[in-house]
T-cell receptor, first 116, second 109 residues
Framework: NAGVTQNPKFQVLKTGQSMTLQCAQDMNHNSMYWYRQDPGMGLRLIYY???????DKGEVPNGYNVSRLNKREFSLRLESAAPSQTSVYFCASSARGGHFDTDTQYFGPGTRLTVL | SQQGEEDPQALSIQEGENATMNCSYKTSINNLQWYRQNSGRGLVHLIL?????REKHSGRLRVTLDTSKKSSSLLITASRAADTASYFCATRGNTPLVFGKGTRLSVIA
């Protein structure tokens, strides 16, 4: 099992360009998440999908859109990239999701994005 | 926000010593989890403690939870150079996991 995979690993964009970050998991997990990690800020949740067909905003959703393509795949799209979106992006998944759950999350290796 | 706050922000110890990291949070939780992140990598789950538990062990890890003080501690005993990483607490209540800012642990051989 590959676990959680992310593509690309690195990306440089110019302000205003768009791109989609890909994430896939092969653990048959119901829930998937997108985080960004900035120095000194920890991880902040952008969007999550508790189950196939649903998506919800997290703490910092502005400037992003997501698609839960199927149970395996959850993509994050930047429609018009801004320098403030320079960050490391992590995708994660958990088995059942939902509230008040003891799920643990499995993380991908991250995508390092620079917006010039 | 129920975001956990780790303390200290950075910790440097000698190999063989114990490392203690603390986490404080603001609102009631269902469980609290600790994760480790090696430089340039994704986070890896270490241990989960439920709100009705006070202490939990896993190998060289010991986690305590004091819900009255809204705080948790992670103890790594007999630290090794390979324990060098950032450690994050994450709280779970009626929202998805909320992560703290992390403690950077350096274990010097």
């Amino acid at each position: 099992n590959a676990g959680v995979t992310q593509n690309p690993k690195f990306q440089v964009l110019k302000t205003g360009q768009s791109m989609t970050l890909q994430c896939a998991q092969d653990m048959n997990h119901n829930s998937m998440y997108w985080y960004r990690q900035d120095p000194g800020m920890g991880l902040r949740l952008i969007y999550y999908s508790a189950s196939e067909g649903t998506t919800d905003k997290g703490e910092v959703p502005n400037g992003y859109n997501v698609s839960r393509l199927n149970k395996r795949e959850f993509s994050l799209r930047l429609e018009s990239a801004a320098p403030s979106q320079t960050s490391v992006y992590f995708c994660a998944s958990s088995a059942r999701g939902g509230h008040f759950d003891t799920d643990t999350q499995y993380f991908g290796p991250g995508t390092r994005l620079t917006v010039l | 926000s129920q975001q956990g706050e780790e303390d200290p922000q950075a910790l440097s110890i000698q190999e063989g010593e114990n490392a203690t990291m603390n986490c404080s949070y603001k609102t009631s939780i269902n469980n609290l989890q600790w994760y480790r992140q090696n430089s340039g990598r994704g986070l890896v789950h270490l241990i989960l403690i439920r709100s009705n538990e006070r202490e939990k062990h896993s190998g060289r890890l010991r986690v305590t939870l004091d819900t009255s003080k809204k705080s948790s501690s992670l103890l790594i005993t007999a630290s090794r150079a390979a324990d060098t990483a950032s450690y994050f607490c994450a709280t779970r209540g009626n929202t998805p996991l909320v992560f703290g800012k992390g403690t950077r642990l350096s274990v010097i051989a």
